[in-house]
């Protein structure tokens, strides 16, 4: 049998209308006992539809019930269950949200965690088996430390944060509240700094840190190095996916996306509310302002202005990018003329001899 998450919760579609401020078309007794995608779904389920296409596929899914967008009141005809709203998505993740697991970590110290000398632990704590914690460090109210955890010395870790399995945190790391970090990531590890000394290369000691802002989330096997000076910063609220690297000295903002394999070289600055898709590499000491979007696997290697949309490599505007690719579609064509022309040139030459 193929392993899923379920829960044991049961709503009403009324009970779900007024918790996502939405309008029931159909029963409002609907039981509502899981959530699904429209390929996937099955009785008790509930999907969300944004358009036409989408809608004319829930309708012929297993769901019990569908949320639609309420411009679309009136134009469907189902014996299904229709929950309306101004925005579907927004109501499908509040109903994510009311099916989400809780999780029952038991408050208190596993017998194998070791703790170091002045450790300070908030109420309402759960240390796990094998965590380590280093001297000195304070852990605020509620956090939970999954089995594994490594806390160095110094360290900062605000309440209500979860550090999940084998994540590892270096010595005089800041971790804000309500931060949620997944497995294997690690923060704090040395910036990757080098001097050449003849023929070797000679370590630059990395004496800064990292400070993680309130309500970040940094996904599984994450990197962020410490500083050579000073801090390597992330802003509050931004996310951060899988198998990304920040290196030593970056400074982002608040509520930016960071996707998949991007990877910022040291001293990067970004600002509040940037996204960047997936496999992007950034230069070191690039600046990229507030609210620019950077497509996947584009290669920054200069200062992107705010609002800008920037694909490619060497990344550029958009617009201009997509300019300069219709012009290379054309080059093998050109490429033919010129041979052509370049030919009747040398034949007309002859003929002047």
Not at 89 to 117: C, I, K, M, N
Not at 161 to 180: E, F, M, Q, S
Not at 336 to 348: G, N, S, T, W
């Amino acid at each position: 049998m193929k392993a899923e998450m379920r829960t044991e919760l049961t709503f009403r579609i009324g009970e779900i209308a007024a918790l996502t401020s939405g309008t029931v078309a159909g029963d409002t007794e609907t039981t509502i006992s899981g959530v699904a995608s429209i390929e996937e779904a099955r009785g008790g389920d509930l999907v969300f539809a944004e358009n036409p296409k989408y809608i004319a596929l829930a309708l012929k899914s297993g769901a019990s019930a569908i949320i639609v967008p309420n411009a679309a009141q009136g134009q469907i005809e189902t014996s299904k269950t229709l929950l309306f709203h101004s925005d579907p998505r927004l109501a499908f993740v509040q109903v994510l949200e009311a099916f989400a697991p809780l999780s029952d970590f038991p408050v208190g110290v596993h017998p194998s965690a070791t703790l170091g000398e002045g450790v300070e632990l908030g109420e309402g704590v759960s240390v796990a088996a094998h965590v380590t914690v280093g001297d000195r460090t304070v852990i605020g109210d509620g956090v939970i430390l999954r089995s594994g955890v490594s806390l160095g010395a110094d360290c900062v870790i605000g309440s209500q944060t979860v550090i999940h399995p084998n994540v590892t945190i270096y010595d005089a790391v800041t971790i804000g509240k309500r931060c949620l970090l997944h497995a294997g990531c690690v923060i704090g590890a040395d910036g990757f700094g080098y001097i050449q000394v003849g023929q070797t290369l000679r370590k630059v000691p990395q004496l800064g840190t990292v400070e993680i802002s309130d309500d970040v989330e940094i996904g599984a096997n994450s990197c962020i190095d410490r500083a050579k000076t000073g801090v390597t910063f992330v802003g509050q609220g931004t996310k951060i996916d899988n198998l990304v690297h920040i290196a030593h000295n970056c400074k982002i903002g608040a509520a930016c996306l960071l996707a998949g394999q991007v990877g910022l070289a040291g001293g990067v600055e970004i600002g509040d509310g940037v996204i960047l898709a997936g496999q992007v590499g950034i230069k070191d000491h690039v600046t990229i302002g507030d609210g620019a979007k950077i497509a996947a696997q584009a290669g920054v290697i200069g200062n992107v202005p705010a609002g800008a949309v920037y694909v490619g490599f060497p990344a550029r505007e958009y617009r201009e990018k997509m300019r300069e690719y219709a012009a290379s579609a054309q080059l093998p064509e050109a490429l033919k003329r010129l041979r052509a022309l370049e030919k009747r040139l040398a034949a007309l030459e002859a003929e002047k001899v």
